[in-house]
């Protein structure tokens, strides 16, 4: 059976999920970039996936970034954040699956330590679900960002599911979620709320109008 295709990013709460630019700042993203995951550093999960080392905390919050990846067959992502990635993730990269890079660019398949292979097309979004449907098998296909990428299959109508986790932290500007997202096709059916101590997990089901 095939799985289903979803996001889960994390937000601000005036509904930004990046600064505009800064992130590759020498002197380190902004501070607000670091607020708004701020929950995630903390957690077991997170760490054991970056080897950053034994411990880390359990809860809810390590829960659900644990079943968030473990129900992942493969991504798929925007160029723009494979560019940060590229800098940022470790040799062995934290995906651990097939990842598709929508991009204009043509470039051989990048193969990391650990199962994570980056693969490039210049195909268009639909190819690159394709290929991500049939690399996840009867796992879930996830959209992994950034928000220009998520828009394009929100309004695609090619999203099934999203979560949110929705940060304590203000943005004022930068790359809002759903700037441009086709409102009168888009219609929301909410499966779950989940307050923790750093954040809030929403959970919609996405319906055509
Ligand atoms: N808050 C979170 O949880 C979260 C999660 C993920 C990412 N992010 C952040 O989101 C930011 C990146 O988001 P973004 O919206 O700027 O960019 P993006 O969606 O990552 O990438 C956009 C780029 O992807 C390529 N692309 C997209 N659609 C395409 C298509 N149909 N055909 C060909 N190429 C296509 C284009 O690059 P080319 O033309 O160069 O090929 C385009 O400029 C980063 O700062 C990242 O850290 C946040």
């Known amino acids: 059976m095939a799985g289903k295709v979803f996001f889960s990013v994390s937000m601000s709460l005036d509904g930004f999920v990046a600064p505009e630019q800064g992130m590759d700042d020498p002197k380190g993203p902004p501070v607000q970039w670091m607020e708004l995951q701020q929950w995630l550093f903390p957690l077991r999960f997170f760490r054991e996936n970056l080897k950053l080392g034994e411990g880390g905390e359990e809860g809810r919050d390590n829960d659900i970034a644990r079943e968030t990846f473990e129900r992942t067959g493969a991504s798929v992502m925007g160029k723009r954040m494979f560019d940060l990635g590229e800098e ?122």
């Open 88 to 209: 940022a993730w470790p040799e062995e990269a934290p995906f651990h699956t097939p990842v598709f890079v929508v991009t204009h660019e043509k470039r051989d398949p990048w193969e990391r330590l650990g199962g994570t292979t980056f693969h490039f097309v210049d195909e268009g979004i639909e190819t690159a679900l394709d290929r991500a449907r049939e690399a996840a098998g009867d796992r879930d296909v996830r959209i992994a960002g950034g928000g220009t990428t998520i828009q394009e299959y929100l309004n695609a109508g090619l999203v099934d599911e999203f979560t949110i986790a929705l940060s304590p932290v203000l943005f004022g500007s930068g790359i809002r979620l759903f700037e441009g997202v086709d409102a009168g096709r888009v219609a929301l059916e909410p499966v779950g709320a989940e307050p923790t101590p750093r954040v809030t997990h929403l959970t919609y089901a996405v319906r055509e109008r």
